[in-house]
């Protein structure tokens, strides 16, 4: 995960490694980077706690939540482009993937809480907004205990909008990030580890 300091000889004669990164350091820019990870995180769940949610209308929640669909895809090959121009980018994929999977998470959340408060009883029960939260997250993550149900044909399938679109974050965006790092560090004239 964290990508050797150059030698000497990748060094160029002001002793940086290539992109202008300083010699060494690995740790502190593995923190800097897990750190921002986290902040954008953190940002995003409390923006969900936040904002207003409440009182908005069902073809607003939609489009609402087809834009951020697309933000999402966006932010994944805008990632890509930055992974693979990144002096690090086995460090930037793992930002990469770590904001844009909050941000997706976090976004479903929102359309469950949403299609609750719209159509109540869409779910085996009341959903607030740290149940929608946890029902996102035992979705994505297959655990699904089975305490809270999506019920209504609505409720049913924004869950397998998330299911299916779990499956193309873990596949097709995994696969995305691991090639643009593989094009980031042939860039810089590093092999890319064997398949």
């Given at each position: 995960?964290?990508?050797?300091?150059?030698?000497?000889?990748?060094?160029?004669?002001?002793?940086?490694?290539?992109?202008?990164?300083?010699?060494?350091?690995?740790?502190?820019?593995?923190?800097?980077?897990?750190?921002?990870?986290?902040?954008?995180?953190?940002?995003?769940?409390?923006?969900?706690?936040?904002?207003?949610?409440?009182?908005?209308?069902?073809?607003?929640?939609?489009?609402?939540?087809?834009?951020?669909?697309?933000?999402?895809?966006?932010?994944?090959?805008?990632?890509?482009?930055?992974i693979?121009?990144?002096p690090r980018?086995?460090?930037?994929?793992?930002?990469?993937?770590?904001?844009?999977?909050?941000?997706?998470?976090?976004?479903?959340?929102?359309?469950?809480?949403?299609?609750?408060?719209?159509?109540?009883?869409?779910?085996?029960?009341?959903l607030?907004?740290?149940?929608?939260?946890?029902?996102?997250?035992?979705?994505?993550?297959?655990?699904?205990?089975?305490?809270?149900t999506?019920?209504?044909?609505?409720?049913?399938?924004?869950?397998?909008?998330?299911?299916?679109?779990?499956?193309?974050?873990?596949?097709?965006?995994?696969?995305?990030?691991?090639?643009?790092?593989?094009?980031?560090?042939?860039?810089?004239?590093?092999?890319?580890?064997?398949?």
């Amino acid at each position: 995960m964290n990508d050797p300091a150059p030698s000497r000889s990748e060094r160029g004669p002001s002793g940086r490694a290539p992109g202008g990164m300083p010699p060494g350091g690995g740790r502190r820019v593995a923190a800097v980077v897990l750190a921002r990870a986290v902040g954008v995180t953190t940002l995003l769940v409390a923006a969900y706690y936040l904002l207003p949610l409440e009182g908005r209308r069902t073809g607003a929640a939609t489009a609402l939540f087809a834009i951020g669909l697309l933000a999402v895809a966006v932010l994944l090959v805008w990632q890509a482009r930055a992974i693979a121009h990144s002096p690090r980018p086995r460090l930037r994929a793992v930002e990469a993937l770590g904001t844009t999977l909050a941000l997706y998470l976090v976004l479903f959340a929102v359309a469950y809480y949403l299609l609750e408060r719209s159509s109540p009883g869409s779910f085996s029960e009341p959903l607030s907004r740290t149940d929608a939260l946890y029902f996102t997250l035992t979705t994505f993550t297959t655990v699904g205990y089975g305490d809270i149900t999506a019920v209504s044909p609505p409720g049913r399938v924004v869950t397998m909008l998330q299911m299916l679109g779990g499956l193309l974050l873990v596949g097709v965006a995994a696969r995305i990030l691991a090639a643009a790092v593989q094009a980031g560090l042939r860039r810089q004239g590093r092999p890319p580890p064997p398949e």
